[in-house]
């Protein structure tokens, strides 16, 4: 199951999104961290994020097994006056135990209704070139901008090119 997480529902998440981080970035996915990443550290970081999922600058997703947390996304409408119609796709993580079963691509549709919803016709996002991710990018429809060499550290530390993309008209006519 896959439930948008309220203001209310977001801190009580926050320690089971840190383990999800955590377990990602530690299995080598480039998300903007460095392994070894400690729960906590990554719980930290998800808990300073509170003021913008509150203000709904940040709409966060979680994919459920049972009771358990187990994958994340967000979708983080643009701010600036000139850009109310694009947001980015952010951190979306799957815990490996709970990989395979399409929660990857499950979360990936629900963030884009979620954020055709909020009015957005252009969503942007940024992977690591060749990562498991670009796959799923590329076959869910979304179009390669461009890539940039040396753009972020892995979690081991090494620059990795990071290939961005776009998917433009989620607004449906209706």
Same mark, same amino acid.
């Given at each position: ?8 529902? @977001?801190?009580?998440? =926050? ?11 530690? *299995?080598?996915?480039? =998300? ?16 300073? $994020? ?9 709409? =966060?997703?979680?994919?459920?097994? *049972?009771?358990?947390? &187990? ?21 979306? $993580? ?19 209704? *979620?954020?055709?919803?909020? *009015?957005?016709?252009?969503? &942007?996002?940024?992977?690591?070139? #060749?990562?498991?991710?670009?796959? $799923? @990018? ?7 901008? #461009?890539?940039?060499?040396? @753009? ?13 993309? @776009?998917?433009?008209? $989620?607004?449906?006519?209706?």
């Amino acid at each position: 199951m896959i439930t948008r997480l309220s203001a209310d529902d @977001y801190p009580a998440a =926050v320690p089971a999104l840190g383990e999800v981080l955590a377990d990602c970035t530690n *299995g080598g996915a480039s =998300v903007g961290f460095l392994a070894p990443l400690d729960p906590v550290e990554a719980a930290t970081w998800w808990k300073g $994020l509170t003021g913008d999922v509150i203000a709904e600058r940040v709409l =966060v997703w979680a994919a459920w097994d *049972g009771a358990r947390l &187990v994958g994340t996304v967000q979708i983080r409408p643009a701010s600036l006056p000139n850009a109310p119609h694009r947001a980015e796709l952010a951190k979306l $993580l799957v815990h490996r135990d709970a990989r395979g079963r399409g929660l990857g691509r499950a979360l990936l549709a629900e963030a884009e209704r *979620g954020a055709r919803t909020a *009015g957005a016709t252009l969503l &942007v996002l940024d992977t690591e070139t #060749g990562s498991p991710a670009e796959r $799923l @990018y590329r076959s869910a429809g979304w179009t390669e901008a #461009g890539t940039v060499p040396d @753009y972020a550290a892995n979690p081991a530390g090494a620059l990795r090119p990071t290939t961005f993309f @776009y998917k433009k008209a $989620l607004v449906t006519a209706g």
